[in-house]
């Protein structure tokens, strides 16, 4: 037994002399499917193509070294990273940010280096409990939980800051910042209003109260800033988008309850491309809904199910400078990406 047990030990440490710097690479990130998936289908032309999802941290397919290998062998994994209840979404620098209120915790997939990191401690003994929307702006991680009432800061590896709107905030959701305007919106969905901070996390005011008439909200939830400085929110129970200018005054909203092109169930996530077109995600249809700039359909991307391309309880949504778009696909444990082909034209179609 002792000398099995040597031999063993011989070879352990023979490897890791002699093999320790290679690696085995498992592969391209996201491999393309033998048949596109595109949407709207021919014979009209693609505007949108399925690129890929992740799950988990297998799904980065890091190169593992024989060490590495070998360790796992006979010590075992890790603890693996996988997404249960994705919600919020964003992608900088390589890096797609995902906040889980199934694990109550931030995970970061690096999409270059293929590491991973999931962080949830938020200062002494707390921890993250219902991380529901983030955003990432000068190497800072901006984390809204709706448990703690506060926006948590992080820097880009996930170590606590310092946090804030803790005395103001009712149930926060969604969180978007104005470049231009150096402020922070946080919607307060309880409490039916858009709060603002500065950039040092002070309240400043705050847009809108409970109603239906415009201006006012009915439990709004995500959203997002624009390349115009435009906000726009999703005013969820309103069935409807408002859009607001950087001074907070209204500009225009778009849909109302109802089952048809154009019209909501139950809006939740919002973001603008570079061309002036706004996503929509819908948890009850299970789809995203686009619109032109003008706000008119242009066409609805998925369907419910757990395939390529469908959707199961829809939430954040993040389009990145290149036009590549991530969705929080909440109950299909996932985030969904595809690539905007080409740009639209101004039809007034609803494919």
């Not at 921890?127 to 000068?138: E, I, R």
């Amino acid at each position: 037994m002792r000398t099995y047990i040597t031999i063993l030990w011989a070879v352990f440490f023979t490897g890791i002399s002699f093999f320790g710097g290679c690696a085995k690479p498992r592969g391209e990130l996201f491999v393309p499917l033998k048949e596109p998936l595109v949407w709207p289908e021919a014979p009209d032309t693609p505007r949108i193509k399925y690129v890929g999802f992740i799950s988990t941290e297998l799904d980065l397919k890091k190169e593992v070294s024989w060490s590495q290998g070998f360790g796992e062998l006979f010590f075992g994994k890790g603890k693996l990273g996988v997404l249960i209840c994705p919600y919020g979404v964003t992608f900088q620098e390589d890096r797609l940010y995902v906040a889980d209120v199934g694990t109550g915790s931030v995970h970061i997939f690096d999409f270059a280096t293929r590491n991973y990191k999931q962080f949830a401690a938020a200062g002494g003994t707390e921890h993250l409990l219902m991380p529901v929307g983030l955003a990432v702006v000068d190497n800072r991680i901006y984390v809204v939980d709706s448990v703690l009432h506060k926006v948590c800061v992080f820097d880009k590896e996930g170590k606590y800051i310092l946090s804030f709107g803790q005395n103001v905030l009712n149930r926060p959701s969604g969180i978007a910042y104005s470049k231009q305007q150096r402020k922070w919106y946080v919607a307060d969905t309880w409490s039916h209003l858009i709060r603002i901070f500065d950039s040092n996390g002070e309240p400043v005011e705050s847009i809108g109260s409970r109603g239906y008439d415009t201006g006012k909200f009915n439990f709004p939830t995500q959203l997002w800033v624009d390349e115009k400085d435009q906000l726009y929110v999703s005013d969820t129970l309103n069935y409807r988008v408002q859009i607001f200018s950087s001074n907070g005054t209204f500009i225009r909203s778009f849909g109302q309850q109802g089952d048809r092109p154009g019209y909501f169930a139950h809006p939740t996530g919002a973001a603008v491309d570079m061309r002036g077109n706004s996503y929509i995600t819908d948890r009850q249809f299970e789809n995203i809904q686009i619109f032109d700039p003008n706000s008119q359909i242009l066409m609805a991307l998925g369907g419910e199910g757990s395939g390529y391309g469908q959707f199961w309880l829809p939430a954040g949504i993040y389009i990145d400078e290149k036009n590549r778009i991530y969705v929080a696909d909440s109950f299909n444990k996932r985030v969904q990406i595809f690539d905007l082909l080409e740009e639209k034209s101004n039809e007034n179609s609803s494919k």
